[in-house]
């Protein structure tokens, strides 16, 4: 797994630990959504967290009937977790805000340690606290929630580092530019492209980038994960790993949080919502933060679903980039070839700043570097970035300013490279089926 600050709000999922244990790759989005058009109502579902409640099915995501469907379902399973004395407060009516909007928090439910599972009471009294004060939830709704999580050993393993190891792009690039991505990918850019044109009218940022991200992410959302989001970031929040290089039980504190405000704000039930042992989210992979924070409704179906609607996925992507600070028209990146007299002392002040734009491209040539007509041309300021090859002789790139905004999705030179290739050859396979 690899982290981004905390304040960028985006975690991914390393490819080998999001493919061990994965459920059999999905269905196209589009096949599902087109099965879910006919089902425009609301079904009674029994499981084992929440007997004998209502679960919405999802409907068509631009039928504005949805929403209510939703709302009616999600309201009463919510309301089932409740004492009975703090249900008329928290459930919300066809007149009241959502649960997040509610504006004084509900008095503390106390409860014995044998209630709250696989967790410590204390732990969950003051993480509650912290979630009510956030997020403006009733405390009791939120203790009951965690109660009803339940602690992951696999989610606790798979959060730690992976040994040390020699990196290599080679073998990074082919586990991502693969024939299942790139034909997914094709399939999908063809489906739905009249979103992917919108989304760069909107935001300015083009197909083939928010192609690769969905790809390098979940196979454009065939494997979005199989873990319940409340039990990953429960676990994360209130048990974290102990031999862990550091602490970061306070951030997946934060998601908890804003994950439950989310599925009460856009009536889901917290309870059935999968995603990745980090407690990522729908096709992008989305943190519940960056859900509340970036997340839009691209088609105006009445609600924001990043699991079942392609359109939201790729608003949303997008949205996001552009947040960040994605600039429209920019190039990424320019391929990079270093003389091989390069002093070395040279070479280590170019990748000092690694991969924030440092240098104009008079700047890189002053120091001996033989730049592409269109790198010279550019105007703003580009980063030297090295692509080890394990024992073989590194690659070579010069970051843009764009290139900058897809690390802050990750964290990852590796990665943003992966969905900029990733993703024009998606787009050319497209455009050949056309």
């Not at 409860?111 to 967790?119: E, I, M, Q, R, T």
């Not at 390098?216 to 994960?225: D, H, L, S």
Request: charged share 15%; with cysteine.
């Amino acid at each position: 797994m690899q982290f981004i600050a905390e304040s960028d709000q985006k975690l991914h999922s390393d490819y080998d630990k999001t493919m061990m244990g994965a459920p059999a790759l999905r269905p196209r989005p589009g096949v599902r959504i087109r099965q879910r058009a006919k089902m425009l109502h609301c079904r009674l579902s029994a499981d084992l967290t929440m007997p004998n409640v209502i679960r919405p099915t999802i409907a068509h995501p631009r039928n504005p009937g949805r929403r209510l469907c939703l709302q009616a379902g999600a309201g009463l399973a919510l309301s089932a977790l409740l004492p009975e004395a703090a249900r008329a407060q928290a459930v919300p009516s066809a007149s009241a805000p959502p649960l997040a909007a509610t504006s004084t928090p509900q008095t503390p439910a106390s409860a014995p340690a044998a209630s709250l599972g696989d967790w410590n009471a204390s732990g969950v009294q003051a993480l509650a606290a912290r979630i009510v004060e956030r997020n403006n939830l009733p405390e009791a709704l939120v203790t009951r929630l965690i109660a009803k999580a339940q602690y992951s050993a696999t989610v606790a393993r798979l959060i730690l580092p992976g040994p040390p190891g020699k990196k290599s792009w080679k073998i990074y690039r082919s586990r991502f530019l693969d024939s299942l991505r790139i034909g997914a990918g094709s399939d999908f850019m063809q489906e739905f492209g009249v979103w992917f044109q919108r989304a760069q009218e909107r935001y300015g940022v083009p197909p083939h980038i928010v192609a690769g991200i969905l790809g390098v992410e979940t196979i454009y959302g065939r494997n979005m994960g199989n873990f319940r989001v409340v039990d990953a970031l429960s676990t994360l929040a209130l048990r974290y790993p102990a031999q862990a290089p550091r602490d970061r039980s306070a951030y997946f504190g934060v998601q908890l949080g804003d994950f439950f405000q989310w599925c009460t704000h856009d009536a889901r039930d917290p309870l059935q919502v999968l995603g990745s042992y980090a407690g990522a989210i729908g096709m992008p992979q989305f943190m519940p933060e960056s859900i509340l924070r970036y997340a839009v409704d691209f088609d105006q179906g009445g609600g924001i679903d990043l699991i079942n609607d392609p359109a939201d996925a790729i608003g949303s992507v997008a949205s996001y980039l552009a947040a960040k600070g994605w600039v429209r028209g920019q190039p990424a990146h320019f391929p990079l070839q270093l003389p091989p007299d390069l002093p070395q002392a040279t070479l280590d002040t170019l990748l000092g700043p690694d991969i924030t734009p440092t240098f104009t491209a008079d700047q890189l040539a002053a120091m001996g570097l033989s730049l592409l007509p269109q790198a010279r041309a550019y105007a703003g300021k580009l980063a030297v970035v090295q692509l080890p090859n394990a024992g073989s002789d590194p690659d070579y790139v010069l970051g843009t300013d764009n290139f900058y905004v897809i690390t802050r999705y990750n964290q990852s030179a590796f990665y943003a490279l992966a969905v900029i290739e990733l993703g024009e050859v998606v787009a050319a396979a497209a455009a050949a089926q056309s």
